[in-house]
């Protein structure tokens, strides 16, 4: 039987899910138009845990540098652990500067994120806005049917959203 955790988190015009599988996830997958369930398959999964302790230079892949989605979700996360709160208009500070240790301890350039970027992310960290909440419950209703059922290839791990671009990777 299939391992599943979820976590979702919504900020501004983002979205986050975070699906943890399990070590191994064991999934079938239709083929054909009779629809005719394969083999089983085997995937298997980092934790979340490992995913967020990965530093993000090694995530990043032959398409450049991980995704920057990715590592808002991180900032948002790493405030919250330090501060007890996610970042937002007030603490602007004290969230930019968390977030140039953050980027020097995962050795990502200097000008990976724009200082409008951090304001942006720092401000909008505790806005849920009901469209991105609405595609983010009905991606995540999709991932637990296939989570629980078996069948069909789940999300690799992670889902991110971007509203002003309107793009889920």
């Keep these: 039987?299939?391992?599943?955790?979820?976590?979702?988190?919504?900020?501004g015009q983002f979205g986050?899910?975070?699906m943890d599988l399990g070590e191994k996830f064991v999934y079938r997958?239709?083929?054909g138009p009779e629809k005719v369930l394969s083999?089983?398959?085997?995937?298997?999964?980092?934790?979340?845990l490992?995913?967020?302790n990965t530093p993000w230079i090694l995530l990043s892949n032959k398409w450049g540098l991980v995704s920057k989605l990715y590592t808002y979700f991180q900032m948002i996360l790493k405030c919250q652990e330090n501060f007890g709160y996610r970042p937002n208009k007030?603490?602007?500070?004290?969230?930019?500067?968390?977030?140039d240790k953050l980027r020097i301890k995962n050795k990502m350039p200097e000008n990976y994120l724009s200082s409008e970027e951090i304001d942006y992310i720092g401000s909008k960290a505790n806005d849920e806005l009901n469209h991105i909440s609405a595609i983010m419950g009905g991606i995540l209703g999709q991932e637990v049917i296939k989570a629980i059922s078996?069948?069909?290839f789940p999300t690799y791990n992670i889902f991110l959203y971007d509203g002003t671009k309107y793009e889920g990777k």
Excluded at 39 to 48: G, H, I, K, V
Excluded at 90 to 99: P, R, S
């Design 1 to 11: 039987m299939n391992h599943c955790a979820l976590f979702k988190k919504i900020s």
């Design 50 to 52: 490992d995913s967020y």
């Design 29 to 31: 997958t239709e083929k």
């Design 90 to 99: 007030k603490q602007l500070g004290i969230f930019k500067a968390m977030v």
């Design 39 to 48: 083999n089983t398959c085997e995937l298997n999964y980092p934790s979340f």
């Design 150 to 152: 078996g069948k069909g």
């Design 16 to 18: 986050y899910i975070f």
